[in-house]
C-alpha cells in the first residue's frame, strides 16, 4: 500500500489508517529494514499523519498563496528504544529565545534564529546567552 492509498481511508478506521500508513513508511522510507525500532516507524506516521491534516485540512487557502505554510513539528529520533511520546526532543525547550531547529533539504540539522536570521550546526548554547 502506498502512501495516498493509507489516506483513503476512512479517518473512522484510526487504526486500520494508522496500520497501513505505518507499513508504507517501513517499505517506502526505511526500506523495510527490520532493525528499525517499531517506535522509530510509528513516530514518522504519526508526524505524516499531522502534517497530512495540517496542510489538507488545516491551513487557511490564502496561506499557500502567501507563502505561509507551518508544518508541524518535526519528530527528534535517538539510537535508544524510545516509546512514541519519547520522540520529541526535551532539549529543544532549552534553545534560547528566538532559535528554532530546522533541517536541510538534504536532512541535516541546523538551528536558525527567528530574529537575526542567523543559522548555526550546532545546537546553541543558553549560558553563552547574554
Not at 526505511?30 to 505524516?48: H, Q, R, S, T, W
Not at 530546522?102 to 543559522?119: K, R
Request: glycine share 4%.
Amino acid at each position: 500500500m502506498d502512501f495516498d492509498e493509507a489516506f483513503d481511508i476512512p479517518s473512522s478506521e484510526k487504526k486500520r489508517r494508522d496500520d497501513e500508513l505505518g507499513l508504507a513508511i517501513w517499505n517506502n522510507i526505511y526500506l523495510k529494514d527490520d532493525n528499525v525500532p517499531d517506535e522509530f516507524v510509528d513516530g514518522i506516521a504519526k508526524y505524516v499523519a499531522e502534517q497530512h491534516e495540517n496542510v489538507v485540512h488545516l491551513l487557511p487557502q490564502n496561506y499557500w498563496t502567501e507563502g505561509r505554510i507551518g508544518f508541524v513539528d518535526i519528530p527528534r529520533m535517538t539510537n535508544k528504544k524510545a516509546s512514541p511520546k519519547d520522540l520529541v526532543d526535551d532539549e529543544m525547550e532549552a534553545l534560547p529565545d528566538g532559535w528554532f531547529p530546522a533541517l536541510t533539504e538534504s536532512g541535516e540539522s541546523y538551528y536558525w534564529n527567528e530574529q537575526t536570521m542567523n543559522t548555526t550546526w550546532s545546537k546553541p548554547d543558553l549560558s553563552k546567552i547574554d
